[in-house]
């Protein structure tokens, strides 16, 4: 056996930017006090979803990796609990600007980071307007507990992310996210849609899965979003084996045998028998085969 304990957790968030930090701090604390060695935060924790509207003067809200000013405080949690936070930050490279993760081991280790790989563009969600699209590929990381690949919110509506992931030999797949209300169509709800598209990644690829959102209505100049919070953990056959509200501060925690789902993965046959030799029509962007 190969027992993990994970984290999936949700929270609010103001242009208080210390206390989002701070109580970000405090949901791992809380997440590891209930035994997780693997705890997910939300998208863009530091902030609201400035994303909602266009406004040049949030540009500065970016800082280089290397000099980060406060994902070193995370590092130092990492290692005083001994758990893997993967944590969310606008980075600024160059002239270039990502919505990335840095992926921080349980001894405080930064092993790397990813960017994010599909970058929305609609009404609420203007990430276009502030992140280049990322330029390293997936990600897979070995950490102490396993070996995680980690998406990014849009990237989660995209099966080809998941089974990248899982073919560069994820364990486990996380996707910390902002998603709610679509402020120009009050019909869609896609809640629903977007815990259901998740299952799928988690069951087609027999591994879990674990999705944090925030909680909350935050206002821009040009407009709302309503965050449908419901963060969840799935299991390797796209069941919920946890789910949280729409609108409270929450940590899920479960835990998985990474060994006998690493069996049941190899059973299934569902890696065995792919057909990559046909699959071309994947790195078009039209279907259409030159």
Same mark, same amino acid.
């Given at each position: 056996?190969?027992?993990?304990?994970?984290?999936?957790?949700?929270?609010?968030?103001?242009?208080?930017?210390?206390?989002?930090?701070?109580?970000?701090?405090?949901?791992?604390?809380?997440?590891?006090?209930?035994?997780?060695?693997?705890?997910?935060?939300?998208?863009?924790?530091?902030?609201?979803?400035?994303?909602?509207?266009?406004?040049?003067?949030?540009?500065?809200?970016?800082?280089?990796?290397?000099?980060?000013?406060?994902?070193?405080?995370?590092?130092?949690?990492?290692?005083?609990?001994?758990?893997?936070?993967?944590?969310?930050?606008?980075?600024?490279?160059?002239?270039?600007?990502?919505?990335?993760?840095?992926?921080?081991?349980?001894?405080?280790?930064?092993?790397?980071?990813?960017?994010?790989?599909?970058?929305?563009?609609?009404?609420?969600?203007?990430?276009?307007?502030?992140?280049?699209?990322?330029?390293?590929?997936?990600?897979?990381?070995?950490?102490?507990?396993?070996?995680?690949?980690? $998406?990014?919110?849009?990237?989660?509506?995209?099966?080809?992310?998941?089974?990248?992931?899982?073919?560069?030999?994820?364990?486990?797949?996380?996707?910390?996210?902002?998603?709610?209300?679509?402020?120009?169509?009050?019909?869609?709800?896609?809640?629903?849609?977007?815990?259901?598209?998740?299952?799928?990644?988690?069951?087609?690829?027999?591994?879990?899965?674990?999705?944090?959102?925030?909680?909350?209505?935050?206002?821009?100049?040009?407009?709302?979003?309503?965050?449908?919070?419901?963060?969840?953990?799935?299991?390797?056959?796209?069941?919920?084996?946890?789910?949280?509200?729409?609108?409270?501060?929450?940590?899920?925690?479960?835990?998985?045998?990474?060994?006998?789902?690493?069996?049941?993965?190899?059973?299934? $046959?569902?890696?065995?028998?792919?057909?990559?030799?046909?699959?071309?029509?994947?790195?078009?962007?039209?279907?259409?085969?030159?």
């Amino acid at each position: 056996m190969r027992p993990v304990t994970v984290a999936a957790t949700q929270m609010a968030c103001d242009w208080d930017r210390e206390r989002n930090i701070d109580n970000a701090i405090g949901l791992v604390r809380e997440a590891a006090s209930r035994g997780a060695g693997l705890i997910l935060l939300q998208e863009l924790f530091e902030t609201p979803y400035f994303c909602i509207d266009q406004h040049a003067p949030l540009f500065e809200l970016a800082q280089p990796l290397e000099t980060h000013s406060w994902l070193p405080r995370f590092q130092a949690l990492a290692r005083e609990l001994g758990v893997v936070l993967p944590v969310s930050f606008f980075e600024r490279a160059g002239q270039s600007h990502f919505n990335s993760v840095a992926m921080i081991d349980a001894d405080g280790t930064l092993l790397g980071r990813y960017r994010k790989m599909h970058i929305p563009d609609g009404p609420g969600y203007q990430e276009k307007y502030y992140f280049s699209p990322g330029d390293l590929g997936f990600k897979v990381w070995d950490t102490r507990v396993g070996r995680i690949g980690v $998406g990014i919110c849009w990237d989660q509506w995209f099966p080809e992310c998941a089974r990248a992931m899982a073919l560069m030999g994820a364990e486990i797949l996380l996707y910390p996210t902002a998603i709610g209300s679509e402020p120009h169509d009050a019909g869609i709800q896609s809640a629903d849609h977007w815990i259901r598209v998740q299952q799928g990644h988690a069951a087609a690829n027999v591994m879990p899965l674990l999705a944090s959102n925030r909680i909350g209505t935050e206002t821009m100049d040009g407009g709302s979003d309503t965050f449908h919070g419901r963060s969840f953990i799935a299991g390797p056959e796209g069941e919920l084996v946890a789910e949280a509200s729409a609108d409270r501060r929450e940590v899920l925690v479960h835990t998985f045998d990474l060994d006998a789902i690493a069996a049941k993965r190899r059973a299934w $046959g569902v890696f065995r028998d792919r057909r990559p030799e046909y699959y071309r029509a994947l790195t078009t962007l039209d279907g259409t085969i030159r």
